[in-house]
């Protein structure tokens, strides 16, 4: 649940000597508040860094800018701004903070695609890729015609042009914080956490988050018969990217932080398992069927009114069981079917 207003405008001083601190502020989406972070230097010759920035909206600015009253701070004394991931709720309002502040947004080089696909209206070419995309998953043309992707949209964000220059595996001094970047693909292709070794501080973004399982969100390749990336299986490679850090705190973006993180990631290998086995069981009874079929059967409700979120879901899931040879896919006409060739043995 989103946390109540009259908390957002007192940050939560964590990580080393407490120069982390949360801020946290309203997006006005199901998901709730968004955790930006406020790196905080112990020179007042340096300048603050701020990591996330919640959407554009006067609420979310508001509240950032209480939180960083709060600590002694300006939106114009920050410095630098860091992007976990290009989603309307971590960079809605960067290019308006980053102008009042006069300072620059760095990102991972994978991330301008991802801004302009939310900030930029979309062309009549793209939409109709689109469209005969969510046909071949055998989505209604009545439904494949209608607006998709994820909720908030351009009316929660505002056009950026961001540095790309966060790399897998790149060490950046910011705040007189020394963090690694580590690219973590899988909610979305540019995803990267920020791992402070000397306190065993990870600022996890939606990598790893409490209580709720990140949604590996599928891209529409850029041409409809391009290879499609699999989402959730780089999601799962992207948990041994972390898993042996030797983590004490995890300040994740929504909701309470964690003292550790390797249950969390047992318990999202185990959450994969046991949905991929209900689909495929799903197959066995019908023998054939096509990823829209299956997502009506398994998310009944939510199919109405989020699309995308259950096809992510759906998809992914089909791709672990396709990866492990337990259905094959036969185009027929303009769609894709899924035939069952078997149960898989749980993973974990």
């Keep these: 649940m989103p946390a109540p207003h009259a908390n957002r405008a007192r940050p939560l001083r964590c990580g080393p000597e407490g120069r982390i601190a949360r801020l946290s502020t309203p997006t006005g989406l199901p998901v709730g508040d968004i955790h930006s972070y406020l790196l905080i230097p112990e020179s007042p010759s340096e300048a603050p860094v701020l990591v996330d920035t919640g959407v554009r909206s006067p609420a979310a600015r508001e509240a950032l800018e209480s939180g960083l009253a709060a600590l002694g701070f300006r939106v114009e004394d920050l410095g630098l701004i860091l992007l976990t991931h290009a989603h309307p709720d971590h960079f809605g309002q960067a290019a308006g903070l980053a102008r009042r502040a006069g300072c620059e947004v760095w990102a991972h080089e994978a991330a301008q695609e991802s801004i302009d696909r939310y900030a930029l209206p979309i062309p009549p070419e793209r939409r ?3 469209a005969t995309f969510l046909r071949r998953l055998g989505v209604p043309e009545s439904r494949a015609r209608l607006p998709f992707g994820p909720p908030g949209g351009t009316s929660l964000v505002e056009p950026l042009v961001a540095t790309p220059c966060l790399r897998g595996g790149d060490e950046i001094e910011v705040a007189g914080l020394r963090l690694q970047v580590i690219h973590t693909p899988g909610h979305c292709p540019e995803l ?3 791992w402070h070794a000397e306190s065993g501080t990870l600022l996890s973004g939606d990598h790893i988050l409490p209580d709720i399982t990140p949604v590996c969100l ?7 018969d391009a290879p499609r990336r699999h989402a959730l299986s780089l999601f799962l490679e992207s948990l041994a990217a972390v898993e042996p850090l030797p983590v004490r705190q995890v300040l994740p973006s929504h909701g309470d932080p964690l003292p550790s993180h390797r249950a969390t990631l047992r318990a999202y290998r185990l959450h994969a398992d046991q949905r991929m086995l209900r689909l495929a ?12 079929q299956l997502a009506g059967e398994l998310f009944p409700r939510a199919i ?10 759906v998809l992914g899931h089909l791709d672990l069981l396709e990866e492990g040879g337990h259905v094959a896919l036969e185009r027929r006409g303009e769609e894709l079917w899924y035939l069952f060739r078997s149960l898989p043995e749980p993973r974990v």
Aim: glycine share 0%.
């Design 128 to 130: 109709e890729v689109i």
């Design 192 to 194: 990267v956490v920020f």
């Design 218 to 224: 599928f891209d529409i390749p850029k041409e409809v």
């Design 281 to 292: 069981r799903m197959l066995e009874r019908r023998r054939e069927a096509t990823a829209w």
């Design 304 to 313: 109405e009114t989020q699309l995308h979120l259950v096809l992510s879901e």
